[in-house]
């Protein structure tokens, strides 16, 4: 079986060698030498001026939401993965749903606004599979209504938009380093916030709120990157711009063999692109799904990334079967019914890319 994606892993004789180090030090947690050498790193690649690495993204954006003390409505997307929305409910916020851009994926910022009311405390957007949202839009609403801004970019490590770092924007951005991104520590992520103060109380969050050994200052959990998983990320951000070149590389394959096919990609914005995924939309949802078993049947796995809408997760409908929620959320309905993201990940062979856009090419 060919896998939508498959994990990066280094040298591992590389891995080994700062194993040994962890041995010596008998130091595996707490802010220990190699995440504090990571975070060094990682502010360097991604040009910010600081970062707190978190054991996952879904802790990183509740840290973000503590950091930020937020309070009642959060306009947010439905077309994501489940922890973005998962994330406001942990903090008792509301989720108040935006509907799509159709070309792009990401929220739409005429509908945010039409979703602002006195209770909105913040816009929580999503770099759908690492494409830029369309980010002055959306700085000019917060900055109009004094909202505060946090972007999902778990998508998007290494993305650039109009010159600058995708993660300069907003108040907070969190990565996530899950063993299916382009860039992972295994299991991990990152957050990291334009202010100080900020990013001060996201720290305080990952370690249960201790200022001092005795000094608890804030609410915190234990959010904390061990070195284990902060020694994967060492030796994987060696090789990370190969593994984007690649990526993209594929991309490209991608659209050349499609060609002439009923499918419809997603528009990007302007950025550096780094193609984490290979979402592709069908005319109907049948034609998705049908594309779907017929790789499955010629052993490539795909997904149906992001579907359902979180907007129409059970409990969002008080255990309701039948789907309530989010009917207004006509663009992100149609992509989610119609989307199917296909293998792609760097050690991919390009054979494989041939032949998977035969099969699709075969049920369209």
């Given at each position: 079986m060919i896998y939508v994606t498959k994990p990066t892993l280094p040298d591992i004789r590389d891995y080994t060698s700062l194993l040994k180090g962890i041995w010596e030090r008998g130091w595996l947690t707490n802010n220990g030498v190699l995440v504090r050498q990571l975070e060094s790193e990682l502010k360097g690649y991604l040009e910010v001026r600081d970062i707190s690495l978190v054991t996952n993204a879904t802790l990183g954006l509740l840290a973000a939401l503590y950091a930020l003390d937020l309070e009642g409505e959060v306009i947010t997307t439905p077309f994501t993965f489940a922890a973005t929305t998962n994330v406001l409910f942990m903090?008792?916020?509301?989720?108040?749903?935006?509907?799509?851009?159709?070309?792009?994926?990401?929220?739409?910022?005429l509908d945010v606004e039409r979703k602002i009311t006195k209770k909105t405390s913040a816009i929580l957007a999503v770099h759908v599979f690492g494409n830029p949202c369309n980010i002055s839009a959306l700085e000019k609403i917060a900055k109009k209504y004094k909202l505060k801004l946090i972007f999902d970019a778990a998508h998007a490590f290494g993305v650039r938009y109009k010159g600058k770092s995708i993660c300069e924007y907003g108040d907070i951005s969190v990565l996530s380093f899950h063993a299916v991104k382009l860039f992972n520590t295994v299991e991990g992520g990152?957050?990291?916030?334009?202010?100080?103060?900020?990013?001060?109380?996201?720290?305080?969050?990952?370690?249960?709120?201790?200022?001092?050994?005795e000094d608890i200052v804030s609410p915190g959990i234990n959010a904390k990157m061990s070195e284990f998983h902060a020694a994967m990320g060492l030796c994987n951000l060696k090789s990370i711009d190969k593994a984007i070149e690649k990526n993209r590389k594929f991309f490209e394959l991608y659209i050349k063999y499609l060609k002439g096919a009923p499918v419809?990609?997603?528009?990007?914005?302007?950025?550096?692109?780094?193609?984490?995924?290979?979402p592709v939309c069908f005319d109907t949802k049948e034609t998705r799904d049908k594309v779907y078993e017929h790789l499955i049947t010629n052993n490539f796995s795909s997904r149906k990334y992001f579907y359902p809408l979180t907007s129409n997760f059970r409990y969002l409908r008080g255990g309701r079967k039948k789907t309530e929620v989010g009917k207004e959320l006509i663009n992100a309905k149609k992509v989610s019914d119609t989307i199917l993201c296909l293998?792609?990940?760097?050690?991919?062979?390009?054979?494989?890319?041939?032949?998977?856009?035969?099969?699709?090419?075969?049920?369209?």
């Open positions: 903090k008792g916020l509301k989720p108040v749903f935006a509907d799509v851009d159709p070309e792009t994926f990401n929220i739409d910022p990152a957050v990291i916030a334009r202010a100080k103060q900020v990013s001060h109380k996201c720290k305080l969050f990952r370690n249960f709120g201790f200022e001092s050994e419809k990609f997603q528009k990007p914005e302007i950025s550096r692109a780094v193609h984490t995924y290979m293998p792609l990940y760097p050690t991919m062979e390009m054979r494989n890319i041939e032949k998977i856009c035969r099969l699709v090419k075969e049920v369209c």
